[in-house]
């Protein structure tokens, strides 16, 4: 499994960016991706997450209404479109992979991408 993060940046209060995670190397059918992200000093906690086949949704409650996570299957990527962003969405996004949205909604998955920055000035 191969997980592939782009898109981080430096980026003002109120602003928007948009993460994408190029995935390959696993069944999509069978498994959720989604992301994380670990700020300066703190455990690494869950951001959103997509079930590849049914395309089901869950987002953490920090982000609800703010983040949108979504993929193109024909690409093999996903992607999580930032909007009204905040200082303490500063941290190092992750995306990750896993048989079980319920599993990475708790904080936990079986494959992982490298990091990227995102960084949010007041």
């Known amino acids: 499994v191969q997980l592939q993060a782009s898109g981080g940046g430096v980026v003002q209060a109120g602003g928007s960016l948009r993460l994408s995670c190029e995935a390959s190397?696993?069944?999509?059918?069978?498994?959720?991706i989604g992301w994380f992200r670990q700020a300066p000093g703190k455990e690494r906690d869950f951001v959103a997450a997509?079930?590849?086949?049914?395309?089901?949704?869950y987002y953490a409650d920090a982000v609800k209404g703010r983040f949108t996570i979504s993929r193109n299957i024909t690409k093999k990527s996903f992607y999580l479109q930032m909007n009204s962003l905040k200082p303490e969405d500063t941290a190092v996004y992750y995306c990750?992979?896993?048989?079980?949205?319920?599993?990475?909604?708790?904080?936990?998955?079986?494959?992982w991408g490298q990091g990227t920055l995102v960084t949010v000035s007041s």
């Open positions: 190397g696993f069944d999509f059918d069978d498994y959720a």
């Open positions: 990750a992979a896993d048989p079980s949205p319920l599993t990475m909604w708790r904080g936990r998955a079986g494959y």
């Open positions: 997509i079930t590849w086949r049914a395309d089901n949704t």
